[in-house]
């Protein structure tokens, strides 16, 4: 694998990379019982600051409690092993990938008994999607049914239907994938919020079939402060080639702007004036040249 570093964060303890090993019968292996969190750090004036280390761990906890699985640490001491990780690996920038899970020691479905681990690894990792107007594809797979699972925690099990979206999409030639929720109206794509702009204001699918991205609450908040209104609704597969500009979110992908989705183009299939504009106070907030946000960077 590339983008690996020395160490692993593993039940309390630095574990070299390479010796950071599961048992084969692991309850989340077999079953999806984990749950996990995409965080982002990135070099600022003051070093590396890991971004909205907070609300990330909060998520995590959120998840944990929608499957019932243990965390045996506080919510402080994670925010701390987290920092310790990306001090410890000496890496200015990348991804962390926190995971907390259901391991060995129980097998059947109620994971009750399986003992529960948690790591937190970090890596240098650049762009996740490309750095140009994106071609999306709207999947035929939908949504995980919010009936049918807890939908807004980040429970691994729930990435297979990501997983499928993407292999369908991704050798037709696309760039990514777009999923709509049980109702046809449009959810999100396999790890990002979706936003459009018409007329100057977002339009974003409303929480109940998404994922509550960390990312869609910044820039929301982000084009509040900059007198953008946001429309948080159902928004039909219909009102997107009528939209004037549409982008992706999330903490891997940044912001993303969409030029196509089906084939068709959105406004003239450029980035537009008001993706620009937010993809470069986004950019100002992470790295903590916007410093109204200094709250959401936590200096390593
Ligand atoms: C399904 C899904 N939707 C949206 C997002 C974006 O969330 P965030 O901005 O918190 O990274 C992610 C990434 O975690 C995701 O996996």
């Not at 939908?142 to 807890?150: A, F, V």
Request: net charge negative.
């Amino acid at each position: 694998m590339e983008n690996t570093t020395k160490w692993i964060w593993m039940d309390g303890e630095f574990v070299p990379w390479e010796e950071a090993k599961i048992h084969v019968i692991s309850h989340a292996l077999h079953y999806g019982s984990g749950v996990f969190e995409g965080t982002r750090f990135y070099e600022t004036e003051n070093g590396s600051a890991i971004f909205r280390l907070k609300e990330h761990t909060k998520r995590l906890f959120y998840s944990a409690s929608a499957i019932n699985l243990p965390i045996h640490f506080t919510e402080e001491e994670i925010n701390e092993a987290t920092l310790e990780t990306v001090r410890k690996n000496n890496v200015s920038s990348g991804y962390i990938r926190p995971l907390a899970f259901f391991g060995e020691g129980k097998m059947g479905l109620r994971p009750e008994g399986a003992t529960p681990h948690m790591i937190i690894a970090c890596w240098p990792w650049g762009k996740y999607l490309a750095d140009r107007p994106i071609r999306v594809k709207i999947s035929k797979y939908i949504r995980i049914h919010p009936q049918s699972l807890i939908s807004d925690a980040k429970v691994t099990g729930y990435y297979v239907n990501s997983i499928l979206a993407v292999q369908e999409v991704i050798p037709q030639g696309y760039d990514e994938a777009m999923l709509l929720d049980f109702e046809g109206n449009i959810a999100e794509g396999p790890g990002e919020n979706f936003f459009l702009v018409k007329n100057g204001e977002l339009h974003t699918p409303a929480l109940g079939s998404i994922l509550p991205g960390i990312t869609r609450s910044t820039i929301i908040q982000l084009a509040t402060d900059l007198g953008i209104t946001t429309h948080e609704r159902k928004i039909s597969p219909d009102e997107i080639w009528e939209a004037d500009e549409a982008f992706y979110t999330g903490t891997a992908a940044e912001v993303t702007p969409i030029g196509e989705i089906d084939d068709k183009k959105i406004g003239n299939g450029e980035e537009g004036p008001i993706t620009t504009q937010l993809k470069k106070v986004y950019f100002d907030t992470i790295t903590g040249k916007n410093k109204k946000y200094l709250d959401w960077v936590f200096t390593v």
